[in-house]
C-alpha cells in the first residue's frame, strides 16, 4: 500500500470540512475521489499535500506518516500535484516551465522533458511558446507534464477532465493509460463518472465532508441509486 489516510479531519478556519475520512491507495492503482463541487475533494487533496494540513488523522505515504509535512517536503518524498488552476508560469516558456519542475524536485527518473513531449505532441510543437498563449487544454497538459517531471512515484490530479472538450478528454484517458503503464500511481478528483470509469479502477465518494461509498468503478457506474443520490447534480 503506497497511501493510507486514516480519519483525517481537515478545518478551514472553524469550517470542519473533512469529517474522518479514512481511503488506501495501492501501489500503481488510479483511483477516483468522487461527488459534487464543495463537498471535498480537493480538501482531500490539499490535505495530503500539506497545503491544509489536517488537525487530526494519519496519512501515511509508503510507511511513512507525513500528516502535517509541508509541501516541498511532500514533493521531495515523491508525491506531486496538479491543482485545478494548474499553477504553471505565464510568463515561461513551455520548456521552461518543464525544466523549472525538474530542477526545484531534486529527484530523477524515467520522466525527461523529451518523454513529456512525446506523451504531449502539442507540448513539443510549442516549446517557445509562454505559457500565457496556451490554450486551455494546452494549459491543463503543461501542468500534467510539470507534475511528471517532478518524477514523483504518485500524483495527485485535481479535476483533470474539467472544461475539456470530448476529444481533448478523449486524448487524457490515453495519456493517463501510458502514465499507468510506467508504473505510476495516481489519485485524482473529479465530477466526472463517466471520464473515471475509463481511467480509475475504484473509486471513493465523498459527500459532506465524509466517505460515504466505496467500490469498484464499474460497479459505482452501474449503481444507479449511489449515482442519483450523490453524484448527478
Request: charged share 25%; net charge neutral; aromatic share 6%.
Amino acid at each position: 500500500m503506497i497511501l493510507q489516510v486514516e480519519s483525517i479531519n481537515t478545518f478551514y478556519g472553524k469550517s470542519h470540512i473533512l469529517q474522518d475520512i479514512s481511503f488506501d491507495v495501492q501501489a500503481g492503482e488510479v483511483v477516483a475521489l468522487l461527488g459534487r463541487n464543495g463537498v471535498g475533494k480537493t480538501t482531500t487533496l490539499r490535505s495530503i499535500m500539506g497545503l491544509t494540513p489536517p488537525r487530526s488523522g494519519s496519512i501515511r505515504f509508503k510507511e511513512n506518516e507525513v500528516a502535517g509535512c509541508p509541501p516541498y517536503v511532500m514533493a521531495k518524498t515523491g508525491i506531486a500535484y496538479m491543482p485545478d488552476d494548474l499553477r504553471i508560469f505565464p510568463d515561461l516558456t513551455c520548456e521552461e516551465n518543464l525544466e523549472i519542475a525538474r530542477r526545484l524536485s531534486g529527484r530523477s527518473g524515467y520522466w525527461t522533458r523529451q518523454r513529456v513531449e512525446a506523451l504531449f505532441p502539442a507540448l513539443g510543437d510549442r516549446t517557445k511558446q509562454m505559457g500565457l498563449n496556451l490554450s486551455g487544454g494546452e494549459k491543463k497538459m503543461l501542468s500534467m507534464g510539470r507534475t511528471l517531471m517532478a518524477n514523483p512515484d504518485m500524483i495527485l490530479l485535481d479535476e483533470p477532465s474539467e472544461g475539456l472538450a470530448p476529444m481533448v478528454v478523449a486524448n487524457l484517458v490515453a495519456v493517463i493509460g501510458e502514465i499507468k503503464k510506467k508504473g505510476m500511481t495516481i489519485l485524482m478528483a473529479d465530477q466526472n463518472l463517466k471520464f473515471c470509469r475509463r481511467v480509475c479502477q475504484r473509486g471513493y465518494i465523498i459527500e459532506k465532508g465524509c466517505i460515504v461509498h466505496q467500490d469498484t468503478m464499474e460497479a459505482i457506474w452501474d449503481d444507479e441509486e449511489v449515482i442519483k443520490k450523490y453524484l448527478v447534480v
